[in-house]
DNA sequence: GATCCTTCGGACAGTGTGTCCGATTTATTG
DNA sequence: CAATAAATCGGACACACTGTCCGAAGGATC
């Protein structure tokens, strides 16, 4: 029994290993080429797998497309959470919320941008991709809504509607972001980041 | 020779006509349903022509979704236009510039979201799309340079480098207008932009 | 009435998608 | 080791869409 199990555990690693070896390359290629650009054929070859075996793992092109807007999207979520945890001040966990996103973001700037397109995009067509996104959306707008609230409370921000002031943050953060997406040379990282955050605190200073 | 002008002006015009009719409906399903989901057979066939009559206005697909941009685009930059040469005053410049974006974006939220989107998105896979519409961008980013300028020789704003106010305004209200194309009840446009004018306007001031 | 231009409708090749299935390889188990 | 199960392969298939082409039909223009 516990042999079957741990067999069935090895299968389910060595799965999810193909997986995003398929993912890996989807990425690369969506992100390089844009969606539409990019034929499963080519993304099968360049995994190295046929192109039914995708079809194992992906129900369809769209699946496939949300795995890898997940996976981006989870990489992204981890990474900031390091530094969430150990930063407590208001200002000092906003700066390094950008600043790890904005490291994601230079990762890969061509899927990224993507992402921050597609996140909306496909909702429409297919109604499946949003709903796992929009709850990656709603832990980090969660995020910016507990340090505000810290700020406030600790009398360096100015008290307004939560959630107004979330969204304003929000708003800005991803506004940021697109435009760092789609520039060929964005300045240096710590600087952008900096720069977006000074003018946040000063927006929303006491 | 008069009448052969006035003759082919007319054809123009006609010609005009039809290529809008067509960008119309293309307009109005590709916001509704994105734009891999749309056949150029049902485009045409909603705009009461032939398949192969679209392809004597537009080259191909991509033609097609870039002439839906620009148009919305210029009806933007008109809208703006009229506000704008009328308040001089930099903070009602502002807020003139970011409530006739809203305006314009609720006139039809899900194409402008597709075009907030596509902007980009379309860039990499057919470079062709991008140099136009950045053009707008261009031309709303000097508007809101000229009005950061005036802020500052007024003493209204704190000085900085003027690109970096200008990014920095964008940003936000890139980030707002994203926001609210993907709200299903946005609040009132009034209110939303007021709001996030005041916001800018608290991280600019002097 | 002849001519030009536009539109039409349909045929066409080419490409991609998603499904299916038999053949082949690779792992597991007795 | 042999039998069995599972995963992968490779290719065939129907279907849909794109972009091209062309002859026919309709209106306007001279």
Redesign the interface.
């Known amino acids: 029994m516990a042999a079957r199990r741990s067999s069935d555990n090895l299968k389910e690693v060595i799965r999810d290993f193909r997986r995003d070896q398929v993912i890996d390359v989807a990425r690369r290629l969506f992100g390089?080429?844009?969606?539409?650009?990019v034929s499963m054929d080519e993304i099968a070859a360049q995994a190295g797998v046929a192109r039914s075996t995708v079809y194992v793992y992906f129900a369809n092109r769209d699946e496939l497309l949300r795995a890898c807007l997940k996976r981006m999207l989870d990489q992204l979520l981890e990474s900031i959470a390091v530094d969430w945890e150990r930063d407590t001040e208001p200002a000092q966990r906003l700066r390094t919320l950008i600043g790890g996103m904005f490291e994601r973001l230079d990762d890969n700037p061509?899927f990224f941008?993507?992402a921050l397109?597609?996140q909306?995009?496909?909702?429409?067509?297919s109604a499946a991709v949003g709903s796992e996104l929009a709850l990656i959306g709603l832990e980090i707008a969660g995020m910016i809504q507990d340090l505000y609230l810290e700020g406030v409370s600790s009398g360096l921000f100015r008290p307004m509607e939560p959630d107004?002031a979330t969204?304003?943050i929000?708003?800005?953060?991803?506004?940021?972001m697109?435009?760092r997406?789609?520039e060929l040379i964005p300045m240096p990282r710590a600087d952008a980041a900096a720069?977006?955050t000074e003018?946040?605190l000063?927006?929303l200073s006491a």
Do not use: M, N, P
Not at 170 to 176: F, T
């Open positions: 390089e080429r844009g969606t539409t650009e061509a941008r993507l397109v597609t909306e995009a496909v909702v429409q067509g107004r969204s304003l929000g708003q800005q953060i991803y506004g940021a697109s435009v997406a789609s720069e977006v003018f946040l000063r927006g």
